[in-house]
């Protein structure tokens, strides 16, 4: 197997993944799509392990975390390319999943996410959230908000990645970048967070809250006076809000409630759907945490469906319900009525045709 000929075709044809499975043929993600390489092999043990020696280098730290833990999240360059790799393992042979980092990211407006997201940077002090499933794009959008910041405000900026994707170099702002894990700038999250309240940073970016003790970690950080930017593996900022409740005991669920409703001032949920194109479109989700939103958080029982009802009706705030988001894309003809429809509960179908022909009748009204 010669990984370089791959991942030469992976850039060649803008792959976002690579994907190297023993018995299968490289694989490569090319808009959502799984796609072999052409005039390749089926890979076979050896060239997996012949894989795992070439990624790792003999690295012993790598080596033991791997042994350790059975897998590996590191990064690795290629020919200027950034790439992020995973190793676990599939009946004891290795197998290996290289995202590939675009060397420049997008401007952030190319993005799709919405303008309200860029304007709260600018708070003193609190805590941003990006979240969304695998895949989600959310890498792409705290890397862009990043870059916004660093070349329109003049902060410290401090972020935390396991591994480091993006490399960014000061502009207006000052950005240290550190990696975490074994052997590399922070042991854990939580120690990278509580290390920084020592660093003078303005902004801490966390790239994943996936614990308590991070979670606790920058909800100090963001009490003390910082903006803290992170992201989490959910699916739509009522699971975000019932994720991070969960992280504690049932005894300490109030008080954690009481200080999400004050600390908390954002979330985007994002997803990346196949558009008619063929392009991946993002549809955004967006709760601006106001009076309402917090007065549901510290409620003793949390609703999902009163959160959801809160977003859909807090336009003015800046919020954007999923079903806002999907009815726009499909009026602007960027997504198929059926795309649509495929990422919202049956019950709520109505309420989205409904939301469809507000957005038309609107825009024949300015168009007429």
């Known amino acids: ?83 992020r790799v995973n190793i676990s393992l599939s009946d004891d042979v290795p197998v290996c999943t290289l995202r590939l980092i675009k060397n420049e990211l997008p401007p952030y407006e190319s ?24 895949n989600s794009g959310k890498s792409t959008t705290l890397n862009a908000l990043i870059n916004y910041i660093n070349e329109n405000q003049n902060k410290k900026i401090l972020t935390l990645e396991n ?32 290390n920084s309240l020592r660093e003078d940073c303005d902004i801490l970016v966390i790239g994943e809250i996936r614990d308590k003790l991070t979670m606790e970690a920058a909800i100090e950080m963001a009490e003390s006076g910082h903006l803290v930017i992170g992201t989490l593996h959910t699916k739509s900022c009522a699971e975000t809000i019932d994720r991070m409740i969960n992280f504690y005991e049932v005894r300490d669920q109030a008080t954690i409630k009481y200080l999400l409703s004050s600390l908390l001032k954002l979330v985007v949920s994002q997803r990346l759907l196949k558009g008619k ?43 954007i319900g ?17 795309t649509a429809k495929s990422q919202i509960e049956e019950k709520n179908i109505e309420i989205l045709n409904r939301t469809i022909m507000q ?6 009204k300015i168009g007429g």
């Open 1 to 83: 197997m010669n990984l370089d000929k791959i991942l030469d075709e992976a850039i060649r044809l803008d792959a976002s993944d690579v994907h190297l499975i023993c018995d299968n043929k490289p694989i490569l993600r090319i808009e959502r799509d799984l796609v072999p390489v052409e005039n390749s092999q089926i890979l076979t043990q050896d060239d997996l392990f012949e894989a795992y020696d070439y990624l790792v280098k003999g690295n012993v730290d790598k080596d033991e975390v791997f042994n350790t833990n059975r897998r590996l999240d590191m990064s690795y360059e290629y020919k200027n390319i950034r790439l």
């Open 111 to 134: 993005l799709g996410v919405p303008d309200i997201v860029r304007r709260m940077t600018y708070q003193p002090q609190g805590l941003m959230l990006v979240t969304g499933k695998t």
């Open 163 to 194: 591994p480091v994707e993006y490399k960014h170099t000061s502009k207006k702002s000052l950005i240290v970048q550190k990696e975490v894990g074994k052997g590399r700038d922070s042991l854990t999250f939580s120690d990278g967070v509580k």
């Open 277 to 319: 194109s063929g392009k991946l479109v993002l549809v955004p989700e967006v709760m601006v945490v106001d009076n309402i939103v917090a007065g549901i958080i510290r409620k003793d029982k949390l609703s999902v469906s009163e959160i959801e009802d809160a977003i859909q009706s807090n336009s003015e705030k800046g919020s």
């Open 322 to 338: 999923l079903i806002n988001s999907l009815a726009k894309l499909f009026v602007e003809d960027k997504i198929s009525l059926d």
């Open 359 to 364: 957005l038309k009748i609107k825009r024949d």
